[in-house]
């Protein structure tokens, strides 16, 4: 008699972007000539660079000769585009890493998600809160987390941090030692970072403790400022204690093509032994590498054109952040973030939940955003608003809310 992984029935009943769905959904119903505008999406909007367009046609016709035809990708993804991140991505910032440190995978998504396979489980992971769910329920899928407690909105073996209006939305080392530490700098759904000198505090901590530090950078590309590390190798020996996950998706619009790729540097050792090797096995064994025709659009994106056209993309966003910021600061909203991340985090007024908040904003406003409390029991009484719609819809959303 075959058993089920009983770890899946503890997830708390439905994900956050369903339960959104759902209540547009019914919005829509009973109002259908309502003109809705979403500021709650983490997708990109703008069509892909003509650089990678012209790449995946590139592609697409090697496929199509015999000559030309690639079939399985190496495991760890093709050395073109190894070659390209570890010079682009981690040279030009002065950050040697070997290109057999950096495995291509399909997005940063799942590859945050599965890093877990190679340890045990009886590690501790602690996360900032609120973050990107996918840390927790993917710790919680693998019964690494104890039991989600309603009550408090947390599971009963997570070390949560939290990331308040008062620690300027940066988590502080935490009392209990955890063994993986999931750190996530520019932040969804903050929009904080932290300084090259507040990170390297995060490195020592994990040295001089033996804990690992899970970084995810996905949108790196969003920094503006000189002090915010672009990744966690510029800190003084992280090499030998962070793993770094990165993604096409957020700047150059891979969401629905997919690319990401993660950094394990030979030096992290767990009494002896490379955690590169076990990624390498686990990524041989149950990954079919990303499609050549992916990693060579991806590859484009670091010639000039394409390091051109992506960054103008990355500024189309940033300029709509840079808007709500102003608007809603100016309309009396507490906002932050927007300024490295594409992401405005939003004090709800009048002491509002979130989703008391989301539903105002719906229903006489018609824009969604998405409520904080999803994103982890700090997330509460906050809203979180993204940069990735149009500049005329954002505008347009912008109208409506200050009209509220
Ligand atoms: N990491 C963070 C923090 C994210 O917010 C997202 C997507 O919203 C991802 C990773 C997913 O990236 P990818 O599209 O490469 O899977």
């Not at 009963?156 to 502080?172: D, I």
């Amino acid at each position: 008699m075959y058993k089920i992984n009983e770890n899946y029935l503890k997830l708390p009943g439905s994900y956050l972007f369903s339960t959104i769905g759902k209540k547009v959904g019914e919005y829509k119903t009973a109002n259908p000539d309502k003109d809705i505008i979403s500021l709650g999406i983490g997708d990109v909007t703008l069509a892909l660079a003509p650089v990678v367009i012209q790449a995946l046609h590139g592609a697409v016709d090697e496929m199509a000769n015999a000559e030309t035809f690639k079939g399985y990708a190496p495991d760890l993804g093709y050395e073109f585009l190894r070659s390209a991140i570890a010079k682009n991505d981690y040279k030009a910032r002065g950050v040697d890493i070997d290109i057999d440190e950096i495995f291509i995978s399909d997005g940063a998504k799942s590859d945050s998600g599965n890093i877990g396979d190679i340890f045990s489980n009886d590690n501790k992971i602690a996360v900032c809160d609120p973050v990107y769910p996918v840390y927790v329920d993917t710790n919680a899928m693998a019964g690494r987390t104890g039991d989600y407690v309603e009550s408090t909105g947390k599971w009963s073996n997570v070390v949560y941090m939290p990331c308040t209006a008062e620690t300027n939305f940066a988590p502080e080392i935490p009392k209990e030692t955890p063994d993986i530490i999931y750190l996530c700098f520019p932040n969804n759904p903050t929009g904080s970072t932290i300084t090259k000198t507040e990170l390297q505090k995060w490195v020592d901590y994990a040295l001089e403790s033996g804990a690992i530090i899970i970084y995810d950078a996905a949108y790196e590309a969003y920094i503006s400022e000189e002090d915010v590390p672009h990744s966690i190798y510029e800190c003084e020996g992280a090499k030998k204690c962070a793993i770094e996950i990165r993604s096409f998706s957020k700047n150059a619009g891979f969401t629905g093509t997919r690319l990401g790729f993660t950094v394990i540097p030979k030096d992290i050792k767990s009494d002896g032994t490379m955690l590169n090797s076990l990624w390498a096995r686990r990524h041989g064994t149950k990954f079919n590498g990303a499609p050549y025709i992916i990693q060579k659009a991806g590859a484009a994106i670091y010639s000039e054109e394409g390091k051109k056209q992506t960054k103008d993309m990355v500024a189309y966003y940033m300029n709509n952040a840079k808007m709500i910021c102003e608007e809603l600061k100016n309309a009396g909203y507490n906002v932050s973030g927007g300024i490295n991340a594409p992401y405005i985090w939003l004090k709800t007024p009048d002491n509002m939940t979130s989703w008391e908040f989301f539903d105002r904003l719906l229903e006489n406003a018609n824009v969604v955003g998405t409520p904080g409390s999803g994103f982890g029991p700090s997330g509460e009484g906050y809203f979180r608003l993204t940069a990735f719609g149009s500049y005329e819809n954002t505008k347009k959303a912008l109208e409506r809310i200050k009209n509220l």
